[in-house]
Nanobody, 114 residues
Framework: QVQFVESGGGLVQPGGSLRLSCAAS????????MAWYRQAPGKQREIVAG???????NYADSVQGRFTIYRDNARTTIDLEMRNLEPEDTAVYYC????????WGQGTQVTVSS
């Protein structure tokens, strides 16, 4: 089993930026494809960004060009750089594998509001 710990969320004004970070209890980031997900109030959890073991990336249309997913230099976290945030980005953000998921962590709350 793997436990994920997400951090970096907060309250930001529209147009602002945040960087989220995901740590895992085991270093699986070079074993599995990884992804960031989010769940807004009253909505289903959705994938926003994926990162393959080989370094390929893919993004939901709604965040394309604004979000960047990457491994940190020491390959110990999966980060999500978010720019030009919009109120619609408000959600709890989670990381997990890109395929069959492990148990979900607590997530980190991102609130975009003026």
């Amino acid at each position: 089993q793997v436990q994920f710990v997400e951090s970096g969320g907060g309250l930001v004004q529209p147009g602002g930026s945040l960087r989220l970070s995901c740590a895992a209890s085991r270093n699986i980031f070079m074993i599995y494809d990884m992804a960031w997900y989010r769940q807004a109030p009253g909505k289903q959890r959705e994938i926003v960004a994926g990162l393959t073991r080989g370094g390929g990336t893919n993004y939901a249309d709604s965040v394309q060009g604004r979000f960047t997913i990457y491994r940190d230099n020491a390959r110990t976290t999966i980060d999500l750089e978010m720019r030009n945030l919009e109120p619609e980005d408000t959600a709890v953000y989670y990381c997990n594998t890109g395929g069959p998921n492990y148990d979900w962590g607590q997530g980190t709350q991102v609130t975009v509001s003026s």
